[in-house]
């Protein structure tokens, strides 16, 4: 990514933070990176961990996975302003966003993060310590929607104030519905990659994926149950706040 000149200045806040470059060559948003640069850097407020546990995962093979700053900051603003007390994350790679948000909860807060990876969260883990929200953070290792059914069998219906869906794309709509399910009117959940890096404006694009978030974007835009707005945020951050 372009733009970096401010960046390294800000590199001694942790000692962990070695090659802060490495992270801004992953294109994040549709903005032009000067603009994502100042949005990301100058103006997003993000802890020693926060930043230490983002330069380690911009070093790996998928790091393009991991949501960027500014959204993290963003999602942590939703989560305060809420007052939220229970959280839902699904997908949760190494940790970055369920860090960000479990950081931001109401006093006596928790967040159940589901995940399916060993490696990526014993990344997670180390960080969230570090951080001292381990004990918000109940982490779930195992296919999301077994997780989210057991916690419908339950009782957990209409008990979560937020939701953040981050995994697999194909997958997004069977997680919508069941977040509806365990969100409280007047909750929120949030799916990202509603944009697919613009591939959902192109009529040639037939991907699985492309077409999933496209046909999950349209769904959420008519569904009477919500009221929804697509935030042009890292690769689109679809919300829809259960009426």
């Known amino acids: 990514m372009k733009g970096q000149s401010r960046y390294p200045s800000q590199a001694p806040r942790h000692p962990n933070f070695n090659e802060p470059r490495a992270f801004f060559r ?3 948003t549709l903005l032009p990176d000067a603009v994502e640069d100042y949005v990301s850097v100058e103006m997003t407020r993000e802890t020693p961990v ?3 546990l983002r330069t380690e995962t911009a070093a790996l093979p998928d790091a393009e996975m991991q949501i960027g700053a500014d959204q993290g900051a963003f999602m942590a603003l939703l989560v305060r302003l809420m007052g939220a007390q229970r959280c839902l994350e699904i997908g949760t790679f190494t940790g970055y ?4 948000v479990a950081a931001a909860l109401a006093k006596g807060g928790t967040l159940i993060a589901c995940d399916v990876s060993e490696e990526w969260t014993q990344i997670a883990r180390t960080y969230w310590t570090q951080a001292g929200v381990a004990d918000r953070i109940t982490l779930k290792l195992g296919p999301a929607r077994d997780t989210l059914d057991q916690l419908i069998r339950e009782g957990a219906r209409d008990t979560f104030d937020f939701a953040f869906i981050d ?48 046909a999950l974007n349209a769904k959420v835009r008519d569904d009477p149950r919500v009221d929804s707005c697509l935030v042009t945020i890292g690769d689109g951050l679809l919300l829809a706040r259960k009426r």
Request: net charge negative.
């Open 97 to 100: 966003s369920a860090l960000a």
């Open 26 to 28: 992953m294109k994040r």
């Open 167 to 214: 995994a697999d794309k194909t997958g997004y709509d069977a997680y919508y519905e069941r977040c509806l399910v365990l969100v409280r009117p007047g909750g929120l959940i949030a799916m990202d990659n509603a944009l697919q890096d613009g591939k959902v404006v192109d009529p040639a694009d037939h991907a699985a994926n492309t077409e999933a978030i496209r």
């Open 50 to 52: 926060l930043q230490a």
